[in-house]
Each structure stands twice: as structure tokens, then as C-alpha cells.
């Protein structure tokens, strides 16, 4: 039976964001700090810069302080990572906001949006000519 083989890059991604969570929650002690989710992480081949996208509750502001704190505490996290995993090279971090989350509420709403739209004016239609169901009435009137 083959075995489906993973690129050692996302490997080394999914083990760099279940330390990094760790470590963000253990080592950093930020209490703002513990609701950050990260959604993924991209390794670039030759390993030298991994790039975090997180998301983070509050606003705009809010979420661009938390990611500029991440970014500062970067050579830290990354020294702790040094320890932790056995790589020859550890990967230079940047953490960045995902938008993807915010992006598909957006989208979603919209949808629901143009969805009650078109109930609304499928009834104001259907509403106009007929108001029974029953297809003997109908042909009645005509």
C-alpha cells in the first residue's frame, strides 16, 4: 500500500505552528495574546522564512498591535523553536493577519443578503396573479 507522501515543508509548517501555539501561550505570557488562532503556515523551500497567518478577535486596531507584538517577539519565538525542534535551520518568522475568516462572514452575509432578497420579490411576483394553489382554479379563471 503507498503511502501519500507530504512535502517536507508542510511538515515542517504544521510543526512549527503546534510549537509556536505553545509557545505563545506558555513562554509569552501576554494574556491578549491567547486568542490568537493560527490558520496556516507557509515554509518557503530552502527553509530560511515561515510566514504565520493568525486571527485574532477585536478591532482593526487592536489586531494590528497584536500582530506588530508577534512580530517583535519573532527572534524569541524562533530561538525557543531552535530548542525545540531538531533542524539545522530554523526559519525567520513573520506573522500576519488573515483575512480569509473575515473575508467569508463578509461573503456569507451578502449571500444571505441577496438570498432574502430574492424570496422577497419571488412572493411579491407570485403573490400578484394567483393566491391559491389548487391548478383547477387556475384554470377556471382563464
Do not use: C, W
Request: hydrophobic share 40%; proline share 4%.
Amino acid at each position: 500500500m503507498a503511502m501519500k507522501t507530504i512535502p517536507r515543508t508542510r511538515r515542517i509548517g504544521e510543526q512549527l505552528r503546534r510549537e509556536l501555539a505553545e509557545l505563545i501561550r506558555d513562554e509569552l505570557g501576554d494574556p491578549r495574546l491567547t486568542l490568537v488562532s493560527m490558520t496556516s503556515v507557509e515554509v518557503s523551500r530552502d527553509l530560511a522564512y515561515a510566514r504565520i497567518y493568525v486571527t485574532l478577535l477585536g478591532d482593526p486596531m487592536e489586531r494590528t498591535e497584536r500582530v506588530a507584538e508577534l512580530n517583535r517577539a519573532a527572534p524569541l519565538l524562533r530561538r525557543e523553536l531552535g530548542r525545540r525542534m531538531h533542524l539545522r535551520i530554523i526559519p525567520k518568522l513573520e506573522f500576519r493577519y488573515d483575512e480569509v475568516v473575515e473575508r467569508g462572514a463578509r461573503l456569507s452575509a451578502l449571500i444571505d443578503a441577496a438570498v432574502a432578497a430574492d424570496v422577497s420579490r419571488h412572493a411579491d411576483e407570485s403573490g400578484d396573479d394567483f393566491t391559491t394553489a389548487d391548478p383547477s382554479d387556475r384554470e377556471s379563471r382563464t
